[in-house]
């Protein structure tokens, strides 16, 4: 007895405590607890990163257009645009904070809800699948469908998590005495700010079940995410194509209207749809094999092998979809930055308080340079935002334990963490020039005079501060793995405050220090500094080979 109770001990404390002790948690409860936790986590940042956002379109309206005729000329200005609707909505009581917050935040926040939302959903139902872990779970007493309805559940945790954030947030600022919106208001706000990332994870979520592959589900989630928004970028451009509103799901955010005209009747379509998806995914997840898809794919299909020769390789073909879309959207909000300039410009030329505040960046190239190089820091923000979602990505493949099936093969950890890092650098590399480029292409639709290698230099001039945050990154990953994450984006979201703090009122300059796009000249309004921008590379690259330094000697660590 006493020989067989030790192996069956040793085993019993070896196993997942979630999996052992039933007391604490229920077998129903397993998959539920595992969604919502990484749900939890992603929805409450970006309800942070969204609320940060609106507020600062709030702000900046009420410091940049102070008198009721500088907000007219503003709104006279913008309102006869037809090509600037098409791309960011049409332009609503543009005379009021609200009706001004709205147009320049929810139609942007609402598409990136909707990418976030739908990587998500097909990260937690196809990823996990796809890893193996879900036939774990299902060797218990859940079954298929079962474990669906909790990993929706555990979803709806994170857009509960970004819809209270948002709200938090938009609300606080509405407190102020210049903006001044009701907190209702602010949660019908953050309502239509998630409603987008609610209908798109139910795509995510129905899409994995139709395909046997990650990569497939979130192809075709993106594909539904870009035929909405070109559907809804025909209907704002021509008066005569308003009717087709209706059959887009972006097209139904805006008829919410948001901090204008409130109608929550355009909610009945987003909760249609989203409950027949819901539906459709809880019913084809019992319908179907596991590891398998509803559509049929080819028996004799050829094994794609290609980049799995090594760990660069491979990183590349796990990682590849998500950074393919974040280089797809950081180039497409160049195009937006270009393509909105000379009428922005324009816009501003009549507030006597935006003339002053372009001057003291140095901006005497012209409005539209001036406006392009404020405008640039948003640019800077994404790549950032990139080069965190890198070194979360690598952690993870460390805290799931898949980077002990490459160590115990002759792969070096240098090695390895190296390959994730360089793939990282190269993202941000690329995410930054193609916005420049995409920039340039954009002005160029507008006949606005800004040169092509102004705005390349503009584009690279925010890759330094991704590269840098990547090595932060690399090194708060191998000290303290598991607050990695909360460390990296820790100094993104501090950064970002305090420069926001210094446009609003005079800061210390130790203060301003601590800000990594303090660092970061305001390109193309000025010429970069790339001696600082060469500085920030070399540190990050300091930090980046102490990391690999100690992650070569540090145990790996799980979640």
């Keep these: 007895m006493a020989a067989t109770s030790a192996p069956a001990a040793t085993a019993h404390m070896e196993c997942p405590r979630e999996l052992t002790s039933t007391r604490r948690v229920l077998p129903f409860g397993v998959v ?8 939890l986590r992603s929805g409450a940042m970006w309800g942070l990163i969204f609320g940060i956002y609106t507020a600062l379109q709030a702000v900046a309206y009420t410091l940049t257009y102070k008198t009721k005729a500088e907000r007219l000329a503003l709104a006279k200005s913008l309102s006869s645009s037809g090509g600037l609707s098409a791309l ?33 959903a097909t990260k937690l139902f196809r990823g996990e699948e796809d890893a193996g872990r879900t036939e774990v779970l299902l060797a218990g007493p859940t079954t298929r469908r079962a474990a669906t309805v909790q990993t929706l559940v555990g979803l709806l945790v994170g857009l509960v998590a970004l819809f209270a954030c948002t709200s938090v947030l ?26 987008g990332a609610v209908l798109f994870m139910a795509v995510g ?111 590349a073909r796990l990682t590849g979809p998500t950074i393919t879309v974040w280089v797809a959207g950081i180039s497409a909000f160049g195009l937006l930055l270009g393509g909105v300039a000379n009428v922005a410009a324009k816009s501003l030329e009549a507030s006597p308080s935006v003339r002053a505040a372009l001057a003291r960046l140095g901006g005497h190239a012209g409005l539209v340079k001036s ?58 590399v690329l995410a930054g020039t193609l916005a420049g480029v995409f920039a340039w292409l954009g002005s160029v639709s507008q006949h606005a005079h800004v040169g092509f290698f ?44 305090v420069e926001v703090l210094a446009g609003i009122g005079h800061q210390s300059h130790w203060l301003l220090d601590t800000s990594i796009f303090h660092h970061i000249a305001p390109a193309p309004a000025v010429s970069p500094q790339w001696v600082g921008a060469l500085a920030l590379v070399g540190l990050g690259a300091l930090a980046t080979a102490l990391g690999v330094a100690r992650f070569s000697r540090r145990d790996l660590a799980g979640s």
């Design 371 to 428: 406006y392009l190089g404020v405008s640039f820091l948003t640019v800077t923000l994404l790549v950032m935002l990139l080069a965190a979602s890198q070194v979360t990505a690598a952690r993870r493949e460390e805290a799931t334990g898949r980077v002990e099936h490459l160590l115990v093969q002759p792969v070096a950890r240098a090695r390895w963490m190296l390959s994730r890092l360089a793939l990282g650098a190269v993202a941000v």
């Design 170 to 195: 938009v609300a606080l600022i509405g407190r102020a005495r210049d903006v001044h919106w009701a907190p209702s208001a602010s949660l019908f706000y953050a309502l239509c700010v998630s409603s």
């Design 205 to 315: 979520a129905f899409t994995s079940q139709l395909v046997a592959s990650r990569r497939k589900a979130a192809a075709y989630a993106g594909a539904a995410v870009g035929i909405a928004y070109v559907v809804r970028m025909v209907s704002d451009a021509s008066a005569g194509a308003t009717w087709m509103h209706w059959i887009t799901p972006f097209g139904w955010i805006e008829e919410l209207g948001a901090f204008t005209s409130p109608s929550p009747t355009a909610l009945l379509p987003l909760a249609g749809a989203t409950s027949l998806l819901v539906a459709a995914t809880i019913w084809l997840s019992g319908a179907r094999d596991l590891g398998a898809g509803v559509l049929r794919e080819r028996a004799d299909a050829r094994a794609h092998t290609a980049l799995l020769g090594g760990p660069v390789g491979l990183a």
């Design 454 to 497: 102004d705005l390349l230099e503009a584009g690279i001039n925010a890759v330094p501060a991704g590269l840098f945050l990547l090595g932060i990154g690399a090194l708060a990953w191998s000290l303290t793995p598991r607050h990695a994450t909360a460390c990296v984006y820790a100094a993104l979201v501090w950064s970002f405050l």
């Design 32 to 39: 539920l607890a595992r969604t919502s936790r990484q749900a």
């Design 88 to 120: 960011t909505g049409p332009a609503r009581d543009l005379q009021t904070v609200g009706g001004y917050t709205a147009w320049k935040s929810l139609g942007l926040l609402s598409v990136i809800g909707a990418i976030w939302a739908l990587l998500l």
